[in-house]
């Protein structure tokens, strides 16, 4: 790709982990690939399998409220059994270190070969989860930042409260009798989808129909109509008078430096220019206060 595109700023590389969208997910990788690479990298994979296996029972049929209870109600909000969980079965914790490898070598391997086709000056960007789910799906934000440019934290709002949702009913599923509340709590704790507590049961968690506003959008769309509409002003411009209104007429809202704006007349100095007091009108435009630049260009005046 980048020997055809030469000219691409840069790659976006979306989903380079163990997608932890539903619980099974969050149990990958134990197939023959996995095993082999287990074996190279220098891990028990056999071990990683007994512990792994051994917690995925667990929450397959051998859960109680007494399970769930300390993680709930203690003050440490579980974090005290989270290590004994993990001194308990050191092999999880290999587990996750292993998938953690796995997604760094992939993506160093992507750097590498962008490299060796010459475009060491594109950047790229891997797309992820945000935590804590960037622990099981192998997304370590400290080895995979020495070879991107950024890292693009996914900000799905809706997605986050449904894989609540997804878990805890494949759960209470396999464990009839569960409290439904100590269950959700110990979700909303363990994953930290909520600034407050969170619902009380795993039924509050779900996607809403298109005829049910949330409680969110009714207090989003009260403050809304409360507030007055902006209008859109004028953009003011040091440029020249004649190059910059073409350019208001003709490119108002194009950044693009393949759309020309207008013929600039006059000196064949090049200019820089700052436009200001463009505010946000009907979703369009700019943020009030954001300022564009503009220059000459092979005798066009151009957003950049």
Same mark, same amino acid.
């Given at each position: 790709?980048?020997?055809?595109? /030469? ?31 287990? %074996? ?13 296996g051994g917690l995925y029972d667990k929450l397959h049929g051998g859960l109680t ?25 050191? +092999?999880? =914790? ?14 160093? =391997? ?48 809706? %997605? ?15 464990? /009839? =009798? ?6 959700? $709590? ?40 409360? $507030?007055? $509409? ?58 009030? =206060? ?8 092979? +005798? ?5």
């Amino acid at each position: 790709m980048v020997r055809h595109y /030469p000219d691409l700023d840069g790659l976006r590389f979306d989903w380079p982990e163990y997608p932890p969208y539903f619980l099974d997910s969050v149990f990958l990788d134990f197939s023959d690939h996995a095993r082999r690479a287990a %074996h190279r990298m220098g891990y028990d994979f056999e071990a990683m399998q007994r512990d792994v296996g051994g917690l995925y029972d667990k929450l397959h049929g051998g859960l109680t409220d007494a399970d769930l209870r300390p993680w709930v109600e203690d003050g440490d909000q579980g974090r005290y059994h989270l290590l004994r969980l993990m001194s308990d079965n050191p +092999g999880v =914790g290999d587990w996750l270190r292993f998938k953690a490898e796995l997604v760094e070598e992939m993506l160093a =391997g992507f750097r590498r070969v962008m490299n060796e086709e010459g475009a060491s000056a594109m950047e790229m960007l891997p797309n992820a989860f945000p935590p804590p789910w960037t622990i099981p799906s192998g997304m370590d934000f400290r080895r995979v930042a020495r070879f991107s440019s950024a890292i693009s934290c996914k900000l799905y709002t809706m %997605h986050w409260p449904m894989m609540l949702r997804f878990y805890g009913d494949q759960i209470a599923a396999a464990n /009839p =009798g569960l409290d439904n509340r100590l269950l959700t $709590k110990f979700l909303v704790r363990a994953l930290d989808i909520a600034d407050d507590t969170g619902f009380d049961r795993l039924e509050d968690y779900s996607y809403p129909d298109p005829t049910r506003r949330t409680r969110w959008a009714t207090r989003r769309w009260r403050a809304r109509s409360a $507030k007055p $509409k902006p209008t859109r002003a004028r953009r003011r411009s040091t440029c020249s008078p004649t190059a910059t209104d073409r350019w208001r007429t003709s490119a108002a809202v194009s950044r693009s430096p393949s759309a020309p704006a207008s013929t600039a007349t006059g000196s064949t100095a090049t200019p820089t220019c700052t436009t200001t007091s463009w505010r946000r009108s009907g979703g369009r435009g700019l943020r009030s =206060g954001s300022a564009w630049r503009i220059r000459r260009l092979d +005798g066009v005046c151009q957003s950049v």
